[in-house]
């Protein structure tokens, strides 16, 4: 069974930064496409960021490019979301997915992914 544990959420004023993690257990971490997303109150759950099994290739939204980056210790079966010039904006639910399947690239669509966190709360106060 995969599980994955999300922390690192907070509160902060705009500005900050914040490094997501997101520990992974019960398959091989290092097979998998990854990805992060975010909800925030009253709105649909939104792509943030994913990054592929290997590392070498991500992708991110508009929103957050240039400010967030991802990335993965394949080592530690860890993903990370170090998020830089937080806004308040930027206020949601934070979640890692994983796909049940092995994806050679990236991944965009939520749809794709199988398992999810339980979420962190990201705060950004004015």
């Known amino acids: 069974q995969v599980q994955l544990a999300e922390s690192g959420g907070g509160l902060v004023q705009a500005g900050g930064s914040l490094r997501l993690s997101c520990a992974a257990s019960?398959?091989?971490?290092?097979?998998?496409?990854m990805g992060w997303f975010r909800q925030a109150p009253g709105k649909e759950r939104e792509f943030v960021a994913t990054i592929s099994w290997n590392g070498i290739t991500t992708y991110y939204a508009d929103p957050v490019k240039g400010r967030f980056t991802i990335s993965r210790d394949n080592a530690k079966d860890t993903l990370y979301l170090q998020m830089n010039s937080l806004k308040p904006e930027d206020t949601a639910v934070y979640y890692c997915?994983?796909?049940?399947?092995?994806?050679?690239?990236?991944?965009?669509?939520?749809?794709?992914?199988?398992?999810w966190g339980q979420g962190t709360q990201v705060t950004v106060s004015s």
């Open positions: 997915a994983a796909p049940r399947r092995s994806y050679g690239g990236t991944l965009l669509n939520p749809s794709l992914y199988d398992y």
């Open positions: 019960g398959r091989t971490f290092g097979s998998y496409t």
